[in-house]
């Protein structure tokens, strides 16, 4: 399973995917990959930083949509005073 993790105010929303069964056609693993893509594109659009972290290296920062990372975190936009 993949996971697209969004850290904000509320805690931290997970919304997760099946990319093996994405690949075999399964309508609601698709459905699960465009509505993450849908709510990956809203944050970046407001602001908030991506990153692809795998167990095995650094995080790397990412501007687009990457359904075959196994974890995206979005981190929204940190406000200084």
Same mark, same amino acid.
């Given at each position: 399973? *993949?996971?697209?993790?969004?850290?904000?105010?509320? /805690?931290? #929303?997970?919304?997760?995917?099946? %990319? @093996?069964? !994405?690949?075999? +056609?399964?309508?609601? *693993?698709? =459905?699960? &990959?465009?509505? =993450?893509?849908? %709510?990956? @594109?809203?944050?970046? !659009?407001? +602001?908030? #930083? !991506?990153?692809?972290? !795998?167990?095995? +290296?650094?995080?790397?920062? &990412?501007?687009?949509?990457? $359904? @075959?990372?196994? @974890?995206? &975190?979005? %981190? $929204?936009? %940190?406000? /200084? /005073?």
């Amino acid at each position: 399973m *993949a996971v697209l993790r969004i850290l904000s105010h509320l /805690g931290d #929303t997970k919304l997760e995917w099946d %990319v @093996q069964k !994405a690949k075999a +056609g399964d309508l609601e *693993a698709v =459905a699960a &990959i465009a509505e =993450a893509e849908r %709510v990956f @594109q809203e944050h970046r !659009a407001r +602001g908030a #930083t !991506a990153f692809k972290v !795998a167990p095995d +290296g650094p995080a790397e920062r &990412i501007e687009h949509f990457d $359904p @075959q990372a196994q @974890q995206v &975190i979005m %981190v $929204p936009r %940190v406000a /200084g /005073g």
